[in-house]
């Protein structure tokens, strides 16, 4: 059983920062991937970020990179989204996820991919 809990969220102005934290408990050795996704009011849950925890390698979203970037920090079990360059369509809740399976291509982005789930934080960004 993995147990995830976000924090980090806010409300900032656009073009501002904010740095998503999501510490992991239980038993992590299963784990192969975490992600970050958000979801808008209305609006399906969508992939922003992954992270393969073995090797480290990463994907975004199109509409996040070069402004997001994910890293872990193994000692502390934790996932991080550093968000820069925030723009009002960044708003929504966001969540972090992790996953025991080592699916390959783009189905980091799927939501059904992931077993375990946070409570989300939630990112308000104004214009």
């Known amino acids: 059983q993995v147990q995830l809990v976000e924090s980090g969220g806010g409300s900032v102005q656009a073009g501002g920062s904010l740095r998503l934290s999501c510490v992991a408990f239980g038993y992590l050795n299963s784990v192969t991937r975490m992600g970050w996704f958000s979801q808008a009011p209305g609006k399906e849950r969508e992939g922003v970020a992954s992270?393969?925890?073995?090797?480290?390698?990463?994907a975004y979203a199109d509409s996040v990179k070069g402004r997001f970037t994910i890293s872990q920090d193994n000692a502390k079990n934790t996932v991080y989204l550093q968000m820069n360059s925030l723009k009002p369509e960044d708003t929504g809740m966001y969540y972090c996820?992790?996953?025991?399976?080592?699916?390959?291509?783009?189905?980091?982005?799927?939501?059904?991919?992931?077993?375990?789930w946070g409570q989300g934080t939630q990112v308000n960004v104004s214009s």
């Open positions: 996820a992790a996953d025991f399976r080592n699916g390959g291509g783009g189905t980091w982005r799927y939501p059904d991919q992931y077993y375990y």
């Open positions: 992270i393969f925890t073995g090797g480290g390698r990463t």
